[in-house]
C-alpha cells in the first residue's frame, strides 16, 4: 500500500463532503472518490474479479452509511457484530484478498480497538483475526500502533453460578 494513497483516505474519512479530481474527471461522495483514488494508484485494490470489485463497492458503502454514522455505543455493537459475522468465513471482507475496504475499516476502527481490553477483542473473534491479519501490512504498521491480541481464549460465554 502506497502511503500517499494511505494518507489521502485518512484525510476523506475526516471529511464529511469529499470532492477527488483524478485524471481530468472530478467525482463526490466518500465511495466515488476513495474508488477514483484506488482506480489511480492501487487498482488492484479495488478487488481483482468483478465479484470483489462489486463487494469492495458494498463494503465501502455500508461502512459510510452505517459504521461512520453510529451515534450510540449500541449502533456502534450492530454494526461490528454485523461485520464480525462477514468475517466468520473469509480472511478479508472482499474475499482472499485485502481491498481498500479493508483499509478503510482498519482505519476508522483502530482508534477504537486500540483501547478495548482483551475480553472486549475476543467478543468479536472473526474481527480480531481480521485486525490481526491487516496491521500487518507494512504500510500500516508502520503508521499506526500495534493492537495486542491474546493467544490464550480468556472467556468461554458461558457464566457458571454456585
Known sequence: ???KVLREVVKYLKQ??????AKGKKTQGFVCGTLSLVRSSRPELEGRTPLEKSLTHSWLTYLSTHLFRCSTHEALNTCLQHINKELE??????????????V???LALHPFVVS???MHKEQYQNLSRWFITVQGDNTLSATHSPVLFSRTTLYGGSVRVH
Not at 464529511?16 to 479530481?21: A, G
Not at 468465513?89 to 479493508?102: K, Q, S, V, Y
Open 1 to 3: 500500500m502506497e502511503k
Open 16 to 21: 464529511d463532503k469529499i470532492s477527488v479530481e
Open 89 to 102: 468465513n473469509r480472511a478479508f471482507l472482499c474475499g482472499f484478498h485485502p481491498t481498500i475496504g479493508d
Open 104 to 106: 478503510v475499516l482498519f
Open 116 to 118: 478495548w481490553s482483551f
